[in-house]
């Protein structure tokens, strides 16, 4: 028996020694090359999994227009919930607010008069946000609503923690003058304590009747003042990416018309939005984040802007082509609204809204993953010829695939969706090694291994899909935009996993999906050199490129390597066609690896699998080094100029 578990012993020994013997090698010709695109690497927002409601979006009550029970009333306000008992309030709902597209309103009749006759904390509403508010001490919160009432008003307005706990709280009063007309009303509160399961409640100990609408509450320190959470706002922005494609997905199809994303319900001001129920993902929005916030977002970060925007076609449902134009007006109109001047009709409510430039919109996609629906090429030829008569230097998106064979129609790209195991993802890193390389280019603008592999953010899959990109920038003379899909998840509606960034009320995180995409950063405008990759391994994929570094304007050279095997890879990199020497010193090494490959982050470990930098000691033209098992990694040279 023992002299089995030496021979084991050896035999382990030996396997690992035989592989980290075989070296691949990539040859890299720096002296030839081509450009990438510099829209290759972006960002896809879709409202799925409360993505933009609860989330980006910086608003902090859910359903705050009371408009997500119907427009027939009585109806729910969930999740607003009744503060007292129904011997001292009654709450109900009805259609008397002064806003034509928002006509629910809460009704509360107060029937208890004066603190000594009312339930102790007084009787009212609250709400608790989406799955909690999180309240930060000395933070101060806007708080707007719209009331009116049988006479004058005496009401608290607080922030109250978990454990009953006030946070902050402001009186509103109008002994004054009666409130018989909707008036506005604002509070600015400042906590005094920190809770992330809070709530927030409108109360009174005055007897009367009462209608409230449209409450908001906004932390006033938002991302760049625009309204969005910080920490996720960020967690984009530190993508760099050059475009960002929004606000969906099917989120923007709908399952049926009627419930479909209609640009012209978000926009103007927040309280006379009507929002809508998204019935493909399961919820309510008051379209906070709506298309005028897409675009200031995509300027905000420094990306290009694509909208997706509905043409006529759900998941259940067509308009027949010859009934498409008051649809195609809807198109012109959000582009005139993006991109006219702010005298014409659509551009002037852009220049209400606090921008009166137009926003640089260059990219529109006619619909999402409808190719096989029997109108869309019929509306697609509606709408492309009126967008290009109208916006000649608008370029286009089909939804079709042309990676295989020739579109039927004109495009200037073409959308490429995937979503598969891990295994299958790796061996998709060649799908474009044989696509046409005329006419139009490919848009890849979602892609993620997903179930069983994906788990809830595996570092297999994101090895996988490293190696999936590293083809994608080889092929970028053909692929001229990808991003990775979905974007968020707040961890209490998981709707779709997994995704780039998870979080909560108060916390976030990045998946090893996210993190791997920070090495394909400086990829967009880079020059991919020319590479040849001699191996016998069929789990190496690599690349290298040149780009100019933005914080001091040198130029590196990065070499990216993933290993997809069990075993460790042995791999050198030779590099010739250089004008000046590699730098000695200065490089770096980042790795994404781990123990385990259905290795996660999480809120308790975040930081579990994240890039790894070290330095690359003795750089040069020539380099050997040993790759992890299951691994990208990714090497930058520095040049003496």
């Given at each position: 028996?023992?002299?089995?578990?030496?021979?084991?012993?050896?035999?382990?020994?030996?396997?690992?020694?035989?592989?980290?013997?075989?070296?691949?090698?990539?040859?890299?010709?720096?002296?030839?090359?081509?450009?990438i695109?510099?829209?290759?690497?972006?960002?896809?927002?879709?409202?799925?999994?409360?993505?933009?409601?609860?989330?980006?979006?910086?608003?902090?009550v859910?359903?705050?227009?009371?408009?997500?029970?119907?427009?027939?009333?009585?109806?729910?306000?969930?999740p607003?919930?009744?503060?007292?008992?129904?011997?001292?309030?009654?709450?109900?709902?009805?259609?008397?607010?002064?806003?034509?597209?928002?006509?629910?309103?809460?009704?509360?009749?107060?029937?208890?008069?004066?603190?000594?006759?009312?339930?102790?904390?007084?009787?009212?509403?609250?709400?608790?946000?989406?799955?909690g508010?999180?309240?930060?001490k000395?933070?101060?919160y806007?708080?707007?609503?719209?009331?009116?009432?049988?006479?004058?008003?005496?009401?608290?307005?607080s922030?109250?923690?978990?454990?009953?706990?006030?946070?902050?709280?402001?009186?509103?009063?109008?002994?004054?003058?009666?409130?018989?007309?909707?008036?506005?009303?604002?509070?600015?509160?400042?906590?005094?304590?920190?809770?992330?399961?809070?709530?927030?409640?409108?109360?009174?100990?005055?007897?009367?009747?009462?209608?409230?609408?449209?409450?908001?509450?906004?932390?006033?320190?938002?991302?760049?003042?625009?309204?969005?959470?910080?920490?996720?706002?960020?967690?984009?922005?530190?993508?760099?990416?050059?475009?960002f494609?929004?606000?969906?997905?099917?989120?923007?199809?709908?399952g049926?018309?009627?419930?479909?994303?209609?640009?012209?319900d978000?926009?103007?001001?927040?309280?006379?939005r009507?929002?809508?129920?998204?019935?493909?993902?399961?919820?309510?929005?008051?379209?906070?984040?709506?298309?005028?916030?897409?675009?200031?977002?995509?300027?905000?970060?420094?990306?290009?802007?694509?909208?997706?925007?509905?043409?006529?076609?759900?998941?259940?449902?067509?308009?027949?082509?010859?009934?498409?134009?008051?649809?195609?007006?809807?198109?012109?109109?959000?582009?005139?609204?993006?991109?006219?001047?702010?005298?014409?009709?659509?551009?002037?409510?852009?220049?209400?809204?606090?921008?009166?430039?137009?926003?640089?919109?260059?990219?529109?996609?006619?619909?999402?993953?409808?190719?096989?629906?029997?109108?869309?090429?019929?509306?697609?030829?509606?709408?492309?010829?009126?967008?290009?008569h109208?916006?000649p230097?608008?370029?286009?998106?089909?939804?079709?695939?042309?990676?295989?064979?020739?579109?039927?129609?004109?495009?200037?790209?073409?959308?490429?969706?995937?979503?598969?195991h891990?295994?299958?993802?790796?061996?998709?890193?060649?799908?474009?090694?044989?696509?046409?390389?005329?006419?139009?280019?490919?848009?890849?603008?979602?892609?993620?291994?997903?179930?069983?592999?994906?788990?809830?953010?595996?570092?297999?899959?994101?090895?996988?899909?490293?190696?999936?990109?590293?083809?994608?920038?080889?092929?970028?003379?053909?692929?001229?935009?990808?991003?990775?899909?979905?974007?968020?998840?707040?961890?209490?509606?998981?709707?779709?996993?997994?995704?780039?960034?998870?979080?909560?009320?108060?916390?976030?995180?990045?998946?090893?999906?996210?993190?791997?995409?920070?090495?394909?950063?400086?990829?967009?405008?880079?020059?991919?050199?020319?590479?040849?990759?001699?191996?016998?391994?069929?789990?190496?994929?690599?690349?290298?490129?040149?780009?100019?570094?933005?914080?001091?304007?040198?130029?590196?050279?990065?070499?990216?390597v993933?290993?997809?095997?069990?075993?460790?890879?042995?791999?050198?990199?030779?590099?010739?066609?250089?004008?000046?020497?590699?730098?000695?010193?200065?490089?770096?090494?980042?790795?994404?690896?781990?123990?385990?490959?259905?290795?996660?982050?999480?809120?308790?470990?975040?930081?579990?699998?994240?890039?790894?930098?070290?330095?690359?000691?003795?750089?040069?033209?020539?380099?050997?080094?040993?790759?992890?098992?299951y691994?990208?990694?990714?090497?930058?040279?520095?040049?003496?100029?």
């Open positions: 028996m023992m002299s089995l578990k030496i021979f084991l012993v050896y035999l382990t020994f030996f396997t690992v020694y035989c592989y980290a013997d075989e070296t691949s090698t990539l040859h890299i010709d720096a002296s030839k090359g081509r450009k695109p510099d829209t290759f690497f972006g960002a896809f927002f879709e409202e799925i999994n409360h993505a933009g409601a609860g989330g980006l979006w910086g608003e902090l859910s359903n705050r227009g009371f408009e997500a029970g119907g427009q027939s009333v009585p109806s729910t306000i969930f607003w919930t009744v503060v007292g008992d129904d011997s001292s309030i009654e709450v109900s709902t009805d259609r008397s607010s002064c806003f034509d597209r928002n006509k629910v309103a809460v009704r509360i009749n107060v029937l208890c008069d004066g603190p000594k006759f009312c339930p102790p904390g007084a009787v009212g509403i609250s709400n608790p946000g989406f799955w508010m999180n309240i930060e000395a933070h101060k806007k708080v707007v609503f719209f009331v009116k009432a049988s006479g004058w008003i005496d009401l608290d307005v922030f109250i923690g978990s454990d009953n706990e006030t946070l902050a709280s402001n009186n509103i009063r109008s002994s004054d003058q009666n409130v018989t007309e909707w008036r506005r009303m604002e509070s600015v509160l400042e906590a005094k304590a920190t809770d992330h399961n809070a709530s927030l409640q409108i109360t009174t100990t005055k007897k009367g009747v009462l209608w409230l609408d449209q409450v908001s509450a906004m932390p006033l320190d938002t991302y760049k003042g625009h309204g969005l959470r910080k920490d996720l706002a960020q967690m984009v922005a530190d993508l760099k990416p050059r475009f494609r929004f606000p969906g997905g099917c989120f923007v199809e709908g049926y018309m009627r419930n479909a994303f209609r640009w012209k978000s926009v103007g001001a927040w309280e006379e009507p929002g809508h129920y998204g019935d493909v993902w399961d919820y309510w929005t008051d379209d906070g984040f709506g298309y005028f916030e897409g675009l200031q977002f995509s300027e905000d970060i420094g990306a290009l802007p694509i909208w997706v925007f509905n043409n006529g076609l759900s998941l259940n449902d067509e308009v027949d082509t010859p009934l498409i134009a008051p649809f195609i007006q809807e198109a012109l109109d959000g582009l005139e609204f993006a991109k006219g001047s702010a005298r014409s009709k659509w551009g002037s409510l852009r220049a209400s809204m606090g921008h009166p430039e137009p926003f640089d919109l260059r990219i529109v996609a006619i619909g999402n993953e409808e190719c096989a629906m029997s109108k869309y090429r019929g509306n697609y030829l509606k709408f492309y010829d009126a967008i290009k109208a916006y230097d608008i370029q286009i998106i089909s939804n079709c695939d042309a990676s295989q064979k020739p579109l039927d129609h004109p495009a200037d790209f073409y959308d490429f969706h995937i979503y598969s891990a295994n299958e993802m790796f061996s998709k890193h060649t799908i474009f090694d044989d696509a046409p390389r005329y006419g139009p280019k490919a848009f890849v603008s979602e892609y993620a291994v997903w179930q069983s592999d994906a788990g809830n953010g595996t570092l297999l899959a994101a090895i996988a899909e490293a190696a999936f990109l590293i083809g994608l920038e080889k092929n970028s003379d053909v692929v001229h935009m990808v991003c990775y899909a979905p974007l968020f998840v707040n961890t209490n509606d998981k709707k779709w996993t997994p995704d780039a960034i998870v979080f909560n009320s108060h916390e976030s995180y990045g998946t090893p999906s996210y993190w791997l995409q920070h090495l394909f950063t400086t990829s967009s405008g880079a020059t991919l050199l020319d590479s040849t990759l001699q191996t016998s391994s069929n789990y190496i994929v690599a690349s290298a490129i040149e780009y100019t570094n933005a914080t001091d304007k040198n130029k590196y050279m990065r070499v990216k993933v290993n997809f095997g069990s075993d460790p890879q042995n791999f050198r990199f030779s590099v010739t066609g250089l004008d000046s020497k590699v730098q000695s010193s200065g490089a770096t090494k980042t790795v994404i690896t781990g123990p385990n490959v259905k290795e996660e982050n999480s809120f308790s470990e975040p930081n579990k699998i994240v890039p790894q930098h070290t330095s690359l000691e003795n750089a040069s033209e020539d380099m050997n080094v040993l790759l992890a098992p691994s990208i990694t990714s090497f930058d040279l520095s040049y003496i100029i």
